[in-house]
């Protein structure tokens, strides 16, 4: 601090200078803040909510109810009270949440009128067209019908079914292809 040439007694520092000093004493508070936290309130959050998304976004919302504070001896002091900011965070979330599901919900009654099971036609149609695609199947060479079934119904890689086969992946795309291209030509046509 100056000193005034005729008493020696401290000048009072200036307004400007106080301006300065206190943004960025509260700006280093809040970066050593979100350094020292970021990971574990992340985490925190994560857990809670099993979204990554969503754990980003309640942890800025913490942040930036610490950047609203006032008095910075109080922001020095958050850490002792940050994961306390943090449930409450998380509360209001779940509250918001839980008036969404309302608004979507459907009332019983309304649930009631619609009939999930298929009608008459729709069973008939989809008989039909099961026999069909049997059909097409049984149109494709033994292979071919057999590199199908392993990929599409047993869920195998064509690694998988190359190894079952004793042939090569290359082979078992080209069977694949073949396959594809014979039942959307009997299906189509």
């Known amino acids: 601090m100056k000193t005034s040439a005729l008493s020696k007694k401290p ?19 809040l970066i050593n803040i979100v350094t020292k936290y970021n990971g574990a309130l992340f985490n925190y ?3 809670s909510t099993r979204d990554p998304c969503d754990a980003e976004d309640l942890t800025q919302e913490v942040y930036c109810k610490l950047a609203r504070l006032e008095d910075e001896q109080t922001l020095a002091k958050t850490e002792s009270y ?4 943090a449930s409450n965070v998380l509360r209001d979330k779940n509250r918001r949440d839980r008036v969404r599901a309302r608004d979507k919900s459907v009332p019983f009654e309304d649930a009631l009128e619609k009939d999930p099971s298929p009608s008459p036609e729709q069973i008939i149609d989809g008989r039909e067209q099961y026999r069909y695609f049997l059909l097409a199947l049984e149109g494709l060479s033994p292979r071919s019908q057999e590199v199908f ?40 046509g």
């Open 11 to 29: 000048l009072a520092p200036s307004l400007t200078s106080l301006a300065k000093e206190k943004p960025a004493k509260r700006t280093s508070l």
């Open 45 to 47: 959050f994560r857990k």
């Open 82 to 85: 940050l994961f306390k900011i």
């Open 149 to 188: 079934v392993l990929s599409r119904f047993e869920g195998l890689t064509y690694t998988q079914i190359g190894t079952r086969c004793g042939i090569s992946v290359h082979t078992v795309k080209k069977h694949m292809m073949k396959a594809m291209a014979g039942l959307k030509a009997a299906l189509e």
